[in-house]
């Protein structure tokens, strides 16, 4: 997606190696028009896969699953990762590592959310080594729902995440995909290979 490469390339800045820091646009400060483009994308990509609720991690999934949902026209579940006073009915748990917090978390929803008769779009910011992808899938697997895809803003493909989830037979949509962030520069995976892989 053109629009968030540009600004990947204008905005983002590379911590090291391993880390983007896109905070201008997506992780604290945030690009509604940018957002809502990506929203369209993602329903524009799942549109004709039956999807009846989409399932994000909070808080930096929320905004692009939220514009994702209001394209499709279904409900947005965001799981929480820390324990809520008032979220005490029958949960789904998964456990999480954190790429960036390099702890664990417990993630949860609430059981009522969804069903067998579900089929779940997962939407998040990163993919770096999968966890939180496959801890989401996790939940809906545990609901027996039926995840039609993953949908993430910025696969980093230098890290695992995204090869482990397609071999595990998950199509993961990626809006933009990074194959490099050595030097200090950011290095897009180019179309033409892209079309070669897939
Ligand atoms: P994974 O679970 O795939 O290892 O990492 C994905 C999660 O870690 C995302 O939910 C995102 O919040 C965070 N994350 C991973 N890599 C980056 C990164 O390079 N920049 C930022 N801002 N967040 C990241």
């Not at 949902?69 to 949960?91: H, W």
């Not at 993953?150 to 949509?173: C, M, S, T, W």
């Amino acid at each position: 997606m053109e629009l968030l490469k540009k600004k990947i390339r204008d905005e983002g800045m590379v911590l090291n190696e391993h880390v983007l820091k896109v905070d201008s646009f997506i992780n604290h400060q945030m690009d509604p028009v940018l957002m809502k483009e990506m929203g369209k994308e993602f329903a524009k990509r799942f549109k004709d896969n039956g999807v009846t609720k989409i399932l994000t991690i909070e808080s930096s999934g929320i905004a692009p699953a939220i514009m994702a949902g209001l394209e499709l026209d279904i409900p947005v579940i965001f799981a929480r990762k820390k324990k809520s006073l008032t979220l005490t009915d029958d949960l789904y748990t998964s456990k999480v590592y954190s790429f960036t917090k390099k702890e664990t978390n417990t993630i949860t929803v609430s059981r009522k959310f969804f069903s067998e008769d579900d089929t779940i779009l997962i939407i998040d910011d990163f993919l770096a080594n999968g966890h939180a992808a496959f801890g989401l899938a996790d939940l809906a697997n545990q609901a027996s729902a039926t995840v039609a895809g993953i949908g993430i803003v910025i696969e980093k493909a230098f890290q695992p995440g995204g090869d482990e989830l397609r071999a595990r037979g998950y199509r993961v949509e990626s809006l933009a995909r990074i194959s490099s962030l050595k030097h200090k520069t950011v290095k897009f995976v180019e179309e033409q290979k892209e079309l070669e892989i897939y």
